[in-house]
Nanobody, 120 residues
Framework: QVQLVESGGGLVQAGGSLGLSCAAS????????MGWYRQAPGKQRELVAT???????NYADSVKGRFTISRDSAKNTVSLEMNSLKPEDTAVYYC??????????????WGQGTQVTVSS
């Protein structure tokens, strides 16, 4: 069974930094795009950043220049380095990955979410 397990997050003051990591485990053929999404209370889940197998990255405008996404394809992990954090970055952050368990079975998987709280 494929699982995405996140680590990191926590409480930090505005202007500080935090890092998130996510590891995929289980039986699968390959992983396509990996990414991070977040959901603040009362708001919809939104894209934070994604990274393709080729290493192409995409960021939400609100985090450009402050967050950096990276992946280690050999270890099936994706990380998010968050700098210059703002109170509006407070949310539950979810890892996402498009994983092929078979050539005909490719779908998105989600982690359980990890809380990031930025105090002002």
């Amino acid at each position: 069974q494929v699982q995405l397990v996140e680590s990191g997050g926590g409480l930090v003051q505005a202007g500080g930094s935090l890092g998130l990591s996510c590891a995929a485990s289980g039986s699968f053929l390959f992983i396509n795009t990996m990414g991070w999404y977040r959901q603040a209370p009362g708001k919809q889940r939104e894209l934070v950043a994604t990274i393709t197998r080729a290493g192409t990255t995409n960021y939400a405008d609100s985090v450009k220049g402050r967050f950096t996404i990276s992946r280690d394809s050999a270890k099936n992990t994706v990380s998010l380095e968050m700098n210059s954090l703002k109170p509006e970055d407070t949310a539950v952050y979810y890892c996402n990955a498009e994983i092929a368990v078979a050539l005909w079975n490719v779908r998105a998987y989600w982690g359980q979410g990890t809380q990031v709280t930025v105090s002002s």
